[in-house]
Protein backbone atom coordinates (compact mmCIF):
# COMPACT_ATOMS: atom_id res chain seq x y z
CA UNK A 1 0.00 0.00 0.00
CA UNK A 2 3.04 2.16 0.58
CA UNK A 3 4.23 2.28 -2.77
CA UNK A 4 1.08 2.03 -4.44
CA UNK A 5 0.25 5.78 -2.82
CA UNK A 6 3.00 7.46 -4.03
CA UNK A 7 2.40 5.91 -8.01
CA UNK A 8 -1.50 6.91 -7.68
CA UNK A 9 -0.17 10.56 -7.07
CA UNK A 10 1.97 10.91 -10.07
CA UNK A 11 0.07 9.40 -11.87
CA UNK A 12 -2.89 11.71 -10.78
CA UNK A 13 -0.67 14.84 -11.33
CA UNK A 14 0.67 13.30 -14.47
CA UNK A 15 -3.00 13.32 -16.13
CA UNK A 16 -3.35 16.91 -14.33
CA UNK A 17 -0.49 18.39 -16.73
CA UNK A 18 -1.44 16.36 -19.63
CA UNK A 19 -4.96 18.10 -19.87
CA UNK A 20 -3.55 22.01 -19.94
CA UNK A 21 -1.06 21.26 -23.30
CA UNK A 22 1.61 24.07 -24.02
CA UNK A 23 4.25 23.77 -26.98
CA UNK A 24 6.60 26.63 -27.76
CA UNK A 25 7.42 26.57 -31.84
CA UNK A 26 9.52 28.73 -32.80
CA UNK A 27 8.84 28.52 -36.60
CA UNK A 28 5.11 28.75 -36.43
CA UNK A 29 3.09 31.28 -38.63
CA UNK A 30 0.08 32.52 -38.04
CA UNK A 31 -1.45 35.29 -40.95
CA UNK A 32 -4.37 36.56 -38.69
CA UNK A 33 -6.49 35.92 -35.70
CA UNK A 34 -9.50 33.56 -36.52
CA UNK A 35 -11.01 31.97 -33.57
CA UNK A 36 -14.09 29.71 -33.16
CA UNK A 37 -16.22 29.88 -30.12
CA UNK A 38 -19.07 27.01 -29.68
CA UNK A 39 -21.27 27.14 -26.85
CA UNK A 40 -24.63 25.79 -26.10
CA UNK A 41 -24.98 25.32 -30.15
CA UNK A 42 -24.34 28.97 -31.30
CA UNK A 43 -21.19 29.42 -33.02
CA UNK A 44 -19.20 32.87 -32.76
CA UNK A 45 -16.10 34.03 -34.60
CA UNK A 46 -14.02 36.72 -32.68
CA UNK A 47 -10.65 38.22 -35.11
CA UNK A 48 -9.62 40.73 -32.38
CA UNK A 49 -6.52 40.65 -30.50
CA UNK A 50 -4.99 43.16 -27.66
CA UNK A 51 -3.26 42.49 -24.50
CA UNK A 52 -2.96 44.68 -21.23
CA UNK A 53 0.47 46.85 -21.73
CA UNK A 54 2.61 45.03 -19.05
CA UNK A 55 5.40 43.22 -20.17
CA UNK A 56 6.10 42.07 -16.89
CA UNK A 57 2.98 40.36 -15.85
CA UNK A 58 1.55 40.39 -19.82
CA UNK A 59 -2.33 39.10 -20.26
CA UNK A 60 -2.86 38.60 -23.76
CA UNK A 61 -6.41 38.49 -24.94
CA UNK A 62 -8.41 37.69 -27.91
CA UNK A 63 -12.14 39.05 -28.00
CA UNK A 64 -13.71 41.55 -28.61
CA UNK A 65 -13.19 45.21 -26.44
CA UNK A 66 -16.24 46.15 -24.41
CA UNK A 67 -18.76 43.84 -25.55
CA UNK A 68 -20.81 42.81 -22.43
CA UNK A 69 -21.85 38.63 -22.44
CA UNK A 70 -19.06 37.21 -25.54
CA UNK A 71 -16.64 35.24 -23.94
CA UNK A 72 -12.40 36.29 -24.34
CA UNK A 73 -10.07 34.27 -23.93
CA UNK A 74 -7.16 35.25 -22.02
CA UNK A 75 -3.41 33.92 -21.74
CA UNK A 76 -1.45 34.70 -18.68
CA UNK A 77 1.87 35.69 -18.96
CA UNK A 78 3.07 35.82 -15.40
CA UNK A 79 4.54 32.84 -14.71
CA UNK A 80 4.02 29.91 -17.29
CA UNK A 81 1.37 30.54 -19.57
CA UNK A 82 -2.13 29.93 -18.73
CA UNK A 83 -5.25 29.84 -20.45
CA UNK A 84 -8.68 30.91 -18.96
CA UNK A 85 -12.07 32.24 -20.50
CA UNK A 86 -13.46 35.78 -19.52
CA UNK A 87 -17.01 36.68 -19.68
CA UNK A 88 -18.01 40.57 -18.88
CA UNK A 89 -21.07 42.01 -17.81
CA UNK A 90 -22.25 45.71 -17.60
CA UNK A 91 -23.46 44.94 -14.17
CA UNK A 92 -21.88 42.70 -10.98
CA UNK A 93 -23.64 39.51 -11.65
CA UNK A 94 -21.16 37.39 -10.79
CA UNK A 95 -21.53 36.51 -7.23
CA UNK A 96 -21.07 40.76 -7.12
CA UNK A 97 -18.21 40.60 -9.88
CA UNK A 98 -18.22 41.95 -13.23
CA UNK A 99 -16.30 39.62 -14.47
CA UNK A 100 -16.50 35.78 -14.63
CA UNK A 101 -13.33 33.41 -15.18
CA UNK A 102 -13.90 30.29 -16.32
CA UNK A 103 -11.01 26.81 -16.44
CA UNK A 104 -10.23 25.08 -19.12
CA UNK A 105 -10.91 20.93 -18.52
CA UNK A 106 -8.26 20.82 -21.34
CA UNK A 107 -6.56 22.86 -23.85
CA UNK A 108 -3.69 22.82 -26.51
CA UNK A 109 -1.63 25.49 -26.50
CA UNK A 110 0.94 25.93 -29.50
CA UNK A 111 2.85 29.83 -29.62
CA UNK A 112 5.85 30.84 -31.09
CA UNK A 113 7.78 32.40 -27.69
CA UNK A 114 6.90 33.04 -23.76
CA UNK A 115 9.95 35.55 -23.56
CA UNK A 116 7.43 38.64 -25.10
CA UNK A 117 8.66 42.81 -25.27
CA UNK A 118 6.56 45.33 -26.82
CA UNK A 119 6.90 45.46 -30.76
CA UNK A 120 7.09 41.27 -30.43
CA UNK A 121 4.88 39.22 -32.47
CA UNK A 122 3.18 36.53 -30.93
CA UNK A 123 1.25 34.01 -32.99
CA UNK A 124 -0.36 30.85 -31.70
CA UNK A 125 -3.36 27.78 -32.37
CA UNK A 126 -5.27 27.19 -29.45
CA UNK A 127 -7.76 24.31 -29.18
CA UNK A 128 -10.03 23.51 -26.08
CA UNK A 129 -13.18 22.91 -24.26
CA UNK A 130 -14.14 24.71 -20.63
CA UNK A 131 -14.63 23.25 -17.55
CA UNK A 132 -18.84 22.99 -17.08
CA UNK A 133 -20.76 25.90 -16.59
CA UNK A 134 -23.72 25.30 -14.34
CA UNK A 135 -27.18 26.63 -15.79
CA UNK A 136 -30.79 26.03 -14.59
CA UNK A 137 -31.42 23.81 -17.20
CA UNK A 138 -27.92 21.33 -16.58
CA UNK A 139 -24.92 23.69 -17.83
CA UNK A 140 -22.66 23.75 -20.89
CA UNK A 141 -19.72 24.15 -21.85
CA UNK A 142 -17.12 26.38 -24.31
CA UNK A 143 -15.50 24.80 -27.47
CA UNK A 144 -12.60 26.71 -28.45
CA UNK A 145 -10.50 26.08 -32.03
CA UNK A 146 -8.36 28.62 -33.79
CA UNK A 147 -5.35 30.99 -34.42
CA UNK A 148 -4.07 34.08 -33.10
CA UNK A 149 -1.44 36.58 -34.18
CA UNK A 150 -1.05 39.73 -32.28
CA UNK A 151 1.67 42.51 -31.76
CA UNK A 152 2.81 42.96 -28.18
CA UNK A 153 1.35 46.77 -27.05
CA UNK A 154 -0.61 47.37 -30.21
CA UNK A 155 -4.79 46.62 -29.90
CA UNK A 156 -5.40 44.65 -32.80
CA UNK A 157 -9.34 45.20 -34.01
CA UNK A 158 -10.70 43.30 -36.98
CA UNK A 159 -14.06 41.96 -38.15
CA UNK A 160 -12.64 39.33 -40.49
CA UNK A 161 -13.00 41.46 -43.43
CA UNK A 162 -10.79 44.92 -42.38
CA UNK A 163 -8.01 45.33 -39.53
CA UNK A 164 -7.23 48.11 -37.62
CA UNK A 165 -4.09 48.30 -35.53
CA UNK A 166 -4.15 50.90 -32.77
CA UNK A 167 -0.96 51.79 -30.17
CA UNK A 168 -2.16 51.16 -26.71
Do not use: C
Not at 23 to 29: D, E, H, S, V
Amino acid sequence: MKKILPILVFLSFGMNLSSQNTKINNKIKIDSTVLKLSLNGQVDYIYSTYDNKNTDSLVFSIGEISKEGIPNVRIDFSKIPKVYINIRSDYPQYDGNYDLKIEFEHYYLEINSVDLKNGDILMGRLKGKSEKLPTKLGGYQINIDGEFKHIIGKSILSNGERTIIINN
